[in-house]
């Protein structure tokens, strides 16, 4: 069983900052690319930002020179800081990872998503 475990969403100021962290946790053998994802009301969700194993970023244009992606391998967590903030960064942010786990017969390729942290950004 593998989770992931986000926090550090709220309620900021437009021009503010906030920083998420997600936390995979359970029996990973390694994790392959992370990242974040968003779902305004009413919208349909969306990629903001990813990082592979080795550190290589993408982000939506949306979110480029604002938000920065980032992992520490040792503690399986991935981060996103968001500086900058707008209101329409407002949405449910979700964790997201591709993580490999021991199987019988070898191992195993999982994607999973995290509960979600709710961002509110006031204008």
């Known amino acids: 069983q593998v989770q992931l475990v986000e926090s550090g969403g709220g309620l900021v100021q437009a021009g503010g900052s906030l920083r998420l962290s997600c936390a995979a946790s359970g029996s990973i053998f390694s994790i392959n690319a992370m990242g974040w994802y968003r779902q305004a009301p009413g919208k349909e969700r969306e990629l903001v930002a990813s990082?592979?194993?080795?550190?290589?970023?993408n982000y939506a244009d949306s979110v480029k020179g604002r938000f920065t992606i980032s992992r520490d391998n040792a503690k399986n967590t991935v981060y996103l800081q968001m500086n900058s903030l707008k209101p329409e960064d407002t949405a449910v942010y979700y964790c997201?990872?591709?993580?490999?786990?021991?199987?019988?017969?070898?191992?195993?390729?999982?994607?999973?998503w995290g509960q979600g942290t709710l961002v509110t950004v006031s204008s």
């Open positions: 997201n990872a591709g993580v490999v786990v021991r199987a019988l017969t070898g191992y195993r390729n999982l994607e999973v």
């Open positions: 990082i592979t194993s080795d550190s290589r970023t």
